[in-house]
């Protein structure tokens, strides 16, 4: 009955190498390039951009930084993703273009929204202590518009 056991473990540590080695060769996610950056808006404050830089440029600029295990399937796949969808709804480094969601970017940034839980926990920089997340969600609104200053609000 162990030599079963021990046989059918193999077999399926054999098949789960084999799939993981597999999905290797699936192209998606390994363009590790930034487009250039274009224009960027007119920060309030440097403070303010340092902050953005910290928690956001990763998936809202085209100056991510690729980590090592950003070139290993699935997670290439999952990084990829996140940072196509995230340059798509507000990008930094293409201030010339309409960016439709920025006025709500200070909101989700004080909400907790953004930066995500997942990206939170493997990029320590990117946790914000209250004051700091209270202080870019101030500068966003203040740098795009849209949202007020949490002082501001009754």
């Known amino acids: 009955m162990a030599a079963r056991s021990r046989r059918f473990w193999l077999m399926a540590g054999s098949a789960a190498t084999a799939l993981f080695l597999a999905i290797q060769l699936v192209p998606y996610g390994r363009d590790y390039t930034n487009p250039p ?3 960027e808006p007119s920060w309030n404050s440097p403070g303010t951009r340092a902050l953005a830089e910290r928690a956001c440029f990763d998936c809202h600029s085209n100056q991510t930084r690729w980590p090592a295990y950003a070139r290993v399937a699935p997670g290439s796949w999952l990084i990829a993703h996140d940072v196509a969808e995230g340059r798509e709804h507000l990008n930094f480094s293409e201030w010339q273009r309409a960016q439709e969601e920025a006025k709500e970017s200070a909101d989700t940034v004080r909400e907790g929204e953004m930066p995500p839980v997942q990206y939170r926990l493997l990029h320590p920089e990117a946790r914000l202590s209250a004051d700091e997340r209270e ?12 949202a007020v200053a949490s002082s501001d609000r009754e």
């Open 37 to 39: 950056v274009v224009s």
């Open 135 to 146: 202080q870019l969600a101030a500068g966003l609104a203040a740098t795009v518009g849209g």
